[in-house]
């Protein structure tokens, strides 16, 4: 079953097996949101886009939940696997399948009773309102399966099956496109036919994945019984959240800086913000993508104490994700224009936007050690200081920084713009502080 070997192969051929299938899983899916949007904008309209976005919020949420759920079981597991515990190992995986239902039954259930309060706070009108919660519908019975898909490939990572997230999402992916042009451009029935499919790309995603579940049920012989065990809960939700508030922070940052750039520069300035972040979400897909892929890895060591490949891991981990998302940024500080003309057509307001997007991306590729800490803590099971890691940057730097340099220093726009460089260099300086005490004690 295992494609790759955590006990002899080498740290770059274990990080290059996993960390690939996870960046284009990432890939896929930032392509196929594009294309989801794209028949939405052309065949609904503005309104369609409305919807989408109203429900959005709820969206990350989900995202977050199956970050949280995914990760803090994958990482919870690892170590228990590092450990050759096998007992443990059934034990963390029953926790985790029932810390998916017990969470989001309940979330599936209460988004139906209380759909049209939250869909106003969300920011929904009379006029948005039916569309909204049309596709809320949809969102809210797929959510259970697109956070069930994203614990399994998390679970069969961890035995070292790094293949099964890429697959998943790809026939998710491809489904969702083919039913939305027959279901929106030609069958013609909108925010239905879109929210549809959706759902039912994310039910055939997971039906792929349980198949695979399966056969590790049946390989360590499993039986799935609804009871708890408070240690591994524990382990699993606190190692956890730290995903989750990555997750569901972008959602809150957003919702700020709009508010920010509305009062500023007007419309204009929340189309740019929407137009950079649209761009923006691929430069993290290498960073975020070998940091993530270094976990499980890292997680392992730790367990069977092999001090020496946990350092080799962790210096060969900021390297790649430093060298290949610096590629990546090179190529959007040169041709920033043209990437960001994929989306825009008006030339005055591109030209505005590409000197933008220079200042925001200005210094990312240094963002690799903060990635790798918050993934190294998660590994470690130091819940601690991956929450603070997680939350650092965009809730305790990027948020009071953009107020200040706005509100205080009036520099309007420009000062959210200006924030980005500035939040990304000090939660590097402070995540190399972060990490520097836990790597000195590793053993040379």
Known sequence: MNSVNFEKEKISTLLIKIAIPLMISMLVTELYNMV??????????????????????LQRFIAAMASMLGTGTSATL??????????NIRSVINQGVNLVLLFMVPIIILLFIFQD????????????LEGARIYLHYISIGSIFIVGTNFISRVLISFGESKLSLQATLIGALINVLLDYILVVHVKIGITGAGFATMFSQICGFIYALSH????????????????????VKMILTIGLAAFLIELEDGIVIGVLNNLLRDSMGD?????LGLITKVYMFLFITSFGISSAMQPIAAYEIGAGRDYRLKDLIKKTIFYSFITTAIVWLICMIFSKE???????????LTEAAEYFRIVISVFPILAVYYVSIFFFQAQGNARASVLASIMRQLLIMIPLSIVLVKVFNLGGYGVWIAYPITDILASIISVLLMRNNFKNLSK
């Open 213 to 232: 579940f399966r056969k590790l049920q049946k390989k360590l012989n499993m039986k799935f019984k609804f009871e708890f065990n408070k240690i591994f």
């Open 36 to 57: 989801d949007t794209y028949f939405v904008s052309h065949y609904v309209g503005s309104l369609g886009i409305a919807y989408i976005m109203i429900v959005f919020p």
């Open 268 to 272: 204009k300035g929340v189309v740019i």
């Open 78 to 87: 690892s170590r228990q696997i590092g450990l050759k515990d096998e007992e």
């Open 339 to 349: 990437v960001l003309s994929i989306f825009l057509k008006d030339e005055e307001l």
């Open 117 to 128: 309060q939250i869909l106003y706070a969300f920011g929904a009108s009379a006029d948005t």
